[in-house]
């Protein structure tokens, strides 16, 4: 039991209480004995009573004291951010998650207009969001990127309602980043399937059409040839044989690229680059080309400086350069002219191959590195193209580090340049 002038009060209290006490008893008649020890006992469990009433207040107190604990740490540990934001969208209070969606320390947050997180392209989003919070008593939504003071970006969904007064409005931030991305992957996925089967579709077109052409065209002379050797009539079998002769290099031409073209898509072909001389290398290609060149009397010049060497796979440049060749001389009049240069700028080494012939449209120059949009056209004396010489061009440049395009103003000449990285 508790000393009874701490339980009863402070001693100026005690002192009063006496003062009273004693009026009390002067105006009252004088106790027995009995009746003195029933009100002294009526006061003792009156004390012990309020000592009783004491400790149940204290421990109210200290559950009071842990259950606001409790709640200010689910508040602020929550796997949510929690805002509160006035009209004009300045925070007035936020939980500690909420504090780390943003990035910014919590005390650091106070009267910051929210909308300064908000990505650019999603603040009219935001925007349309708040003024239908404060203008509707039920839950809004909306989703939008967050810029973090770190400069990395979180996507959030965000829920919001106006306050009973509707002074200010409480929102409710999930980060949902983790899905957003997962979507991102999904859809990726889902476009590279698409390419894959335009990829595909458009591979067994060029299969279906440029394998079978060159084919054609050598088992129909191949006929005529036969016919006229049995009638022994020699007349023209020199054109049919030339004519074989050139189906057959085309047809020839198309599989080496067919065979480069998938072994590459498989991972099958090795990437070996080596210091080589490129006008070596253009020289190699031109013997084998020159023919055409010759029936067609296509000049070709060579203006490369002397000992001009670059770092390159020599198989897949050499590749590049037959096909940029071919091409040149595919769509050059008889009697034109072919120009084929190297220069060295910007720690890069440039090659080009121009030709004074048809020229290419300018949508179509758009297209001509893509699959999906490959289309073979037919030369100046009437060649068929592979369809798939510039996609293997653009590939193999491109494990390069290099760069491939095509230049021409649609009406007479164009020029194909690739880049190698110098090391």
Request: glycine letters at 6%.
């Amino acid at each position: 039991m508790t000393n009874k002038k701490n339980s009863f009060g402070s001693k100026s209290l005690r002192e009063k209480a006496e003062k009273e006490a004693g009026k009390n008893v002067l105006t009252k008649p004088f106790l027995s004995e009995a009746d003195s020890l029933k009100l002294i006992h009526e006061l003792e469990v009156h004390q012990i009573e309020l000592e009783m009433q004491n400790l149940e207040l204290l421990e109210s107190e200290e559950r009071s004291r842990k259950a606001t604990e409790k709640y200010a740490s689910l508040y602020d540990f929550a796997p949510m951010g929690y805002f509160t934001l006035d009209q004009g969208c300045k925070i007035k209070s936020l939980n500690l998650s909420g504090a780390q969606m943003v990035g910014r320390e919590r005390f650091l947050l106070q009267n910051i207009d929210f909308r300064f997180f908000v990505s650019t392209g999603y603040k009219d989003i935001f925007n349309a969001f708040i003024n239908a919070v404060f203008e509707n008593d039920i839950k809004q939504v909306c989703k939008v990127k967050l810029t973090r003071e770190d400069h990395l970006s979180i996507f959030v969904h965000i829920e919001g309602v106006v306050s009973n007064e509707e002074q200010d409005c409480y929102l409710t931030l999930m980060d949902i980043t983790k899905s957003e991305l997962a979507e991102e992957k999904v859809l990726k996925s889902e476009m590279q399937l698409r390419e894959l089967n335009a990829t595909k579709d458009k591979f067994f077109s060029i299969i279906a059409h440029d394998l079978r052409s060159p084919f054609t065209a050598i088992i129909g002379y191949a006929d005529l040839l036969a016919e006229q050797m049995d009638k022994k009539d020699y007349e023209g079998i020199e054109e049919y044989a030339e004519i074989i002769r050139t189906s057959s290099w085309h047809a020839m031409d198309f599989v080496t690229n067919l065979m480069e073209w998938s072994r590459a898509q498989t991972g099958m072909m090795g990437f070996n680059p080596k210091i080589i001389d490129i006008t070596k290398l253009i020289n190699d290609v031109l013997v084998v080309i020159n023919d055409t060149a010759i029936q067609k009397s296509i000049d070709i010049r060579v203006k490369i400086v002397k000992d001009f060497t670059v770092s390159a796979d020599v198989s897949m440049i050499k590749t590049v350069l037959r096909n940029l060749i071919s091409n040149a001389l595919k769509f050059t009049n008889p009697g034109g002219l072919i120009v084929i240069e190297a220069s060295y700028s910007d720690s890069v080494s440039t090659v080009s191959v121009a030709d004074n012939g048809i020229g290419i449209q300018k949508d179509t120059i758009e297209k001509l590195f893509r699959i999906e949009e490959s289309k073979s056209t037919t030369g100046t004396n009437g060649e068929h193209g592979t369809g798939l010489g510039l996609i293997l061009c653009n590939d193999f440049i491109k494990k390069h580090g290099g760069k491939i395009w095509a230049e021409s103003d649609g009406k007479k000449g164009s020029r194909f340049v690739f880049t190698l990285p110098q090391l």
